[in-house]
């Protein structure tokens, strides 16, 4: 499976749009781009996935570039609450695949201030 | 109900003890997985159950063993554990493994101490 790169920490203004960057230089045609983030002292959090259009919900938006080399989650309207440790995966989606997993990379540390 | 309920929440637990950490969903999930996560480090994926049966096992330990006896549970037995097994446990769960835009519901995880 493809690897990510995520800034170790970012700052941002609350009511302000958080922009958190992933880098996943390797992905293949077949990979996803999963967004989970991790509130302190809590289990990690599904936020969204694509594979190569832009998707929103209601947490977030994620746009993903066309060579689909990189994305960007976005939090439009960030708040205290969004304070978490956001991690960026990539994984393959095969049916019945007794390899797939999802792993954590390193993730970023979002602060929203005040 | 889309909660994965996992406890206890606290255990501390002497190196010769024998301790169970306990998962439960019932989202009609039939994939659960136990991860391990060290403080300010990312999770650590153990165990993957499919259908009750174990699919995958990441080199963990024998001291730690897995079992799922049904659909909605899973559990973690412990036996002569080390200092360095302390950490948050955290149970998740999933409808199933390998679909297309499958999602991982995560416990809020058991916080473990070996002394």
């Known amino acids: 499976d493809a690897k990510t790169t995520q800034p170790p920490s970012m700052d941002c203004a609350e009511g302000r749009a958080a922009n958190l960057p992933c880098n996943h230089s390797?992905?293949?045609?077949?990979?996803?781009v999963y967004w989970y983030r991790q509130i302190h002292s809590q289990g990690p959090q599904y936020i969204i996935h694509g594979l190569k259009n832009n998707e929103t919900n209601e947490m977030a938006s994620l746009i993903i570039t066309e060579d689909r080399k990189s994305s960007t989650l976005i939090l439009p309207h960030a708040t205290l609450r969004d304070t978490a440790v956001y991690y960026c995966?990539?994984?393959?989606?095969?049916?019945?695949?007794?390899?797939?997993?999802?792993?954590f990379g390193k993730g970023t540390r979002l602060h929203i201030l005040p | 109900d889309t909660e994965v309920t996992q406890t206890p929440k606290h255990l501390v637990m002497g190196m010769t003890n024998k301790k169970s950490l306990k998962c439960e969903q019932h989202m009609g999930h039939r994939a659960m997985y136990w991860y391990k996560q060290k403080a300010k480090k990312p999770p650590e994926l153990m165990f993957v159950y499919s259908y009750e049966k174990l699919s995958i096992n990441e080199s963990v330990p024998s001291r730690f063993s897995p079992e799922c006896p049904n659909s909605s549970l899973l559990n973690l037995h412990l036996h002569a554990l080390q200092p360095e097994d302390s950490a948050l446990y955290l149970c998740?769960?999933?409808?199933?493994?390998?679909?297309?835009?499958?999602?991982?519901?995560f416990g809020s995880g058991t916080q473990l101490s070996v002394l």
């Open positions: 995966i990539v994984r393959v989606a095969r049916t019945m695949n007794r390899d797939d997993k999802i792993i």
């Open positions: 390797t992905i293949s045609g077949n990979e996803y």
């Open positions: 998740a769960s999933s409808q199933d493994r390998g679909r297309f835009g499958e999602k991982l519901f």
